[in-house]
C-alpha cells in the first residue's frame, strides 16, 4: 500500500499532466474480449494492474485508429444519443 505522500504525489502529478483517473467495472465478456484480442493474457485476469494496463492500451488504440480512419473511425469515438439504443452489429 502507497503512503498517503506517495498517493498525493501521484495525483499531484496526474493533474499537471492534465490526467484524470477513473474507477471502471470491466464484466466477464469484456476480459474475455481483451484477451481474444491479444491486449490481456488469461492468467492477468485478476490482476487489477494488468488488466488496467491493458484496457487503456486498447483505447489508446482504438483512438489512433478513429483518428487514422476518418471515414470509420469517428464511430468508435461518439458515444449513443441520449436515450439511444446500442446494438451489437
Known sequence: MHSAAARM???????ARGAVMVRLE??????????????????????????????????RAAAGFARRN????PLLLHAPAAGAVASDG
Do not use: I, M, N
Open 26 to 59: 470491466l464484466d466477464p465478456d469484456l476480459l474475455a474480449v481483451l484477451v481474444a484480442l491479444g491486449w490481456l493474457s488469461s492468467d492477468q485476469q485478476e490482476d487489477r494492474a494488468e488488466v488496467g494496463a491493458a484496457f487503456a492500451t486498447f483505447v
Open 9 to 15: 504525489r501521484a495525483a499531484r502529478a496526474r493533474r
Open 70 to 73: 476518418p471515414r470509420t473511425g
